[in-house]
């Protein structure tokens, strides 16, 4: 129902409804997630490798829930919390944070994914401690990452799920994360940009997939695929192993980035590489996208460099660090959602090798 509201007053509808009571409501809920609790103290200390398998399910009388690793007297209620990774359902976010001495650092709220948790429908949280952060998938797909403050969760000794009725804890170490995803795709070979051929390939949001015969000189991974309408980042990354963990060598990193100054006519294109850490940026304003459309994105393997096209436009150029006989996996991440993904010669494109 719509109300026609004139300045001074209220429907009556508004007028009987107590906000008020309303909000007491939602307190009250809080602190039942609060008191709904279930911990596991750690007999050793949570090294690299680390892995919790968290499950649950939301319920409605619950309107948030939380999975802490921390350390100190966890009945206090001031207890030190060195990784908090908790689920807002009303908002349909996701926070982390770490509480120190009683006091909250700064939220993160940033994720790969959009939000993946529902009423009433059951959940797998994996988290995977790493050396400097903590990673979190969600259903076997990777869902953010949390750089490690002070404490760190290698000097936790509990972990605690509050707000979920029928929460269970596994933890254990692993070499491979996240240990419930789907099986590794491959991507097909064509031999031309303009005559896709073959079986259709359903594709997924940020998609690990595997170059089978890595990506040969003179050839170029083609991804086809819609730009989310509220346009925030996304990243095309050759990786040297179709994996999330242990981390790869990522050859390129194609992060466009619309998120700081979305206004601008043109979006950031921030090239680079990691061989064990960042190497230097490239950064420049090239990339001309409009937020809900389709558009191609094309990465070709030069011999001394890899050009990166959008819609046919080069947006950016990246000198090779490292043999591109090592690229031998693709992954997406972001706001970029892949209807195609292939590899083909670069010669058959609408840029030349030339160019």
């Known amino acids: 129902m719509e109300y026609g509201v004139e300045e001074g007053q209220v429907p009556s509808e508004f007028i009987e409804y107590d906000f008020a009571e309303d909000a007491l409501d939602f307190e009250c809920q809080l602190a039942e997630a609060r008191d709904v609790k279930f911990t596991q103290t ?24 939380a999975l802490n690793i921390g350390s ?15 689920v807002r359902m009303p908002q349909c976010y996701v926070v982390r944070n ?29 988290v995977l401690v790493d050396e400097k952060e903590t990673l979190f998938a969600v259903d076997g ?13 290698t000097s936790a000794a509990w972990v605690q799920v509050a707000g979920i009725k029928n929460a269970t804890l596994n933890i254990q ?69 179709p994996r999330e963990w242990p981390r790869p060598n990522i050859h390129v990193h194609a992060n466009v980035r619309a998120h700081v100054e979305s206004q601008r006519e043109r979006q950031l294109v921030v090239l680079n590489t990691w061989f064990g850490g960042w190497g230097l940026e490239r950064r420049q304003r090239t990339a001309r996208l409009i937020p809900g ?3 191609t994105f094309r990465i070709v393997r030069g011999p001394t460099d890899w050009l990166v096209f959008a819609d046919d436009v080069l947006i950016g150029e990246l ?30 494109s609408p840029i030349g090798e030339n160019s």
């Open 42 to 65: 750690l007999s050793e200390p949570l090294n690299i490798g680390a892995h919790i398998i968290c499950t649950g399910t939301p319920s409605e009388d619950l309107p948030w829930f």
């Open 72 to 86: 100190g007297d966890v009945d206090s209620g001031r207890a030190d919390i060195a990784v908090h990774f908790n």
């Open 98 to 126: 770490t509480r120190r001495h009683g006091k909250w650092g700064s939220e993160e709220t940033t994720a790969y994914r959009l939000f993946p948790f529902k009423l009433d429908r059951p959940f797998t949280i994996e």
């Open 141 to 153: 797909e990777h869902y953010c990452n949390y750089t490690h403050r002070n404490p760190s969760p």
């Open 173 to 241: 170490k692993t070499s491979i994360y996240p240990v419930l995803s789907p099986p590794i795709q491959e991507v097909p070979l064509r031999a031309s940009i303009y005559n896709p051929e073959g079986e259709k390939v359903h594709w997924r949001p940020n998609v690990i997939a595997r170059l089978t015969n890595g990506l040969p000189e003179g050839y170029q991974v083609v991804i086809y695929g819609k730009l989310r309408p509220m346009l925030h980042s996304f990243a095309i990354d050759l990786m040297d192993e």
């Open 293 to 295: 459309t389709y558009t």
């Open 319 to 348: 000198e090779s660090r490292a043999s591109g006989d090592g690229v031998k996996a693709v992954r997406l991440r972001g706001d970029l959602f892949p209807e195609d993904i292939f590899i083909c010669p670069s010669t058959s």
